[in-house]
């Protein structure tokens, strides 16, 4: 049963514009959120995170908005650029949990110049 | 101050044979997660150990898996009697203490069992 999942295993936009990826949660008891961004090959480099408490935590062109009663969140890139095309994955973890995460299975973003 | 250490990057053992990975923890960082991600899919949590202590291991296979973090060295992960479906990007974590912030990942050793 998945607690975490990010529907769109691929979203292609354009450089400049906005990239929009989405994830829906199951469980009530995760209080905190993150994004990772992988490249092949690669591990999974923290973009961006979320406390439940919270709606929205923006860095730089990274925004983050948590939405807890229809359990949601969504990462909003502007503008994107070609070097963020990666795989994206939002991963939760469980209020007084030891820090294990629940991750989506990913969705693949690519960029066109 | 180098990141988390895995070795080795690919990792290719027969079925049957043993798969031992390795992980070194970056610098100052007592909290070792590991993960395992499937082709298609996301990553797994497997087990959390702290240097000589299992912490959590819910996500570890019951049978062939095993994992220790010793006084001195890296976490290593083994797993014994490989078959195919242990193929996969094995993914560690170190984080400065307990919870996800500050999570560090590595690389990954990628593991082909043929």
């Known amino acids: 049963d998945q607690q975490v999942k990010q529907n769109s295993p691929s979203l292609s936009v354009q450089e400049g514009r906005i990239s929009i990826l989405n994830c829906d949660y199951t469980n009530s008891m995760f209080d905190y959120f993150l994004w990772y961004k992988k490249y092949p090959a690669e591990g999974p480099t923290f973009l961006i995170s979320?406390?439940?408490?919270?709606d929205k935590n923006e860095d730089g062109r990274f925004t983050v908005f948590l939405n807890k009663s229809a359990k949601h969140l969504s990462l909003h890139i502007v503008p994107s650029q070609p070097g963020d095309s990666a795989v994206y994955f939002c991963a939760a973890s469980v209020a007084g949990s030891q820090g294990n995460l629940i991750f989506g299975k990913g969705t693949k973003l690519s960029v066109k110049p | 101050n180098a990141g988390v250490m895995q070795n080795p990057r690919h990792l290719v053992r027969r079925r049957g044979q043993e798969a031992r990975l390795r992980c070194s923890p970056m610098?100052?960082?007592?909290?070792v997660y590991w993960y395992r991600q499937l082709p298609e899919e996301g990553l797994k949590f497997m087990v959390y150990l702290q240097k000589e202590n299992i912490i959590d291991e819910s996500g570890m296979p019951k049978e062939r898996f095993s994992a220790e973090f010793p006084k001195e060295g890296p976490s290593i992960l083994r797993i014994q009697q490989v078959v195919r479906g242990d193929s996969a990007a094995y993914f560690c974590a170190s984080s400065p203490g307990t919870g996800v912030r500050g999570y560090t990942f590595g690389s990954g050793t990628r593991l082909t069992v043929v």
């Open positions: 610098k100052g960082h007592s909290h």
């Open positions: 979320i406390s439940s408490i919270k």
